[in-house]
């Protein structure tokens, strides 16, 4: 199958905590892991990605953990700020296709 | 660098009316071309997608239709609109499968 599923729906933090987005997929043949941010009103833009040969992908405050036996990755964005309040889609893609599956969103709002 | 651009930004129109959306990209040649609609708080649906002029392929059958006449413009169309049909439409371009996408800023419209 094509799913990604992405959990939770909706997040809130506190300024200066940890946000984690975590998505799983079920299919192996899948070999590229992006994260969007999207603001309101705007297009996704990419935020970090990762390709199953690591199991970690840091780029300032935000992190990919990538846990290819279980299926799984997830974003981690330390020392949340309001700025960082946005719409965040996990993803997932193969070589040879041109449909990437996205998951369906985390409304992430940090309060300052 | 490049480019993509959508217009209108913005669209109000009645049920039944034709509609036109209009991508382009600019900086790059032979971009794959996608189109996305989002609901209101929801995720991102893919509509149609082309890896070269003249080449569509659809994902989700319904009123709307798509057209490549150039390289880097791709339009999205119907004869008559719908009420379902309103949300935010997004382009997107990339170079290759599983390749990050690059999105425009979308247009909102409202079928009214």
């Known amino acids: 199958q094509q799913q990604v599923k992405q959990s939770p729906q909706s997040l809130i933090v506190q300024k200066g905590g940890i946000s984690i987005i975590n998505c799983a997929y079920e299919n192996t043949a899948f070999d590229y892991f992006p994260w969007y941010q999207q603001f309101p009103g705007k297009g996704p833009a990419l935020l970090i990605a990762i390709r199953p040969d690591v199991s970690e992908k840091k780029e300032g405050r935000f992190t990919i953990s990538f846990n290819k036996s279980a299926k799984q990755f997830s974003l981690h964005i330390m020392d949340s700020q309001p700025g960082d309040s946005a719409t965040y889609f996990c993803?997932?893609?193969?070589?040879?296709?041109?449909?990437?599956?996205f998951g369906r969103g985390t409304s992430l709002i940090v309060h300052p | 660098s490049q480019t993509i651009h959508q217009w209108p930004a913005t669209l109000v129109q009645p049920v039944g009316s034709p509609l036109s959306l209009e991508c382009t990209v600019e900086g790059t040649s032979n971009p794959n071309l996608y189109w996305y609609r989002q609901a209101a708080g929801r995720g991102l649906q893919l509509l149609f997608y082309s890896v070269g002029i003249g080449q569509i392929s659809s994902e989700v059958p319904q009123n709307l239709s798509a057209s490549r006449p150039q390289d880097r413009q791709f339009i999205l169309s119907s004869k008559k609109l719908l009420l379902s049909d309103s949300g935010f439409y997004l382009c997107?371009?990339?170079?290759?499968?599983?390749?990050?996408?690059?999105f425009g800023p979308g247009t909102r419209l409202t079928v009214t």
């Open positions: 997107a371009w990339n170079t290759g499968s599983a390749d990050e996408q690059y």
């Open positions: 993803a997932a893609s193969k070589g040879g296709s041109y449909i990437p599956t």
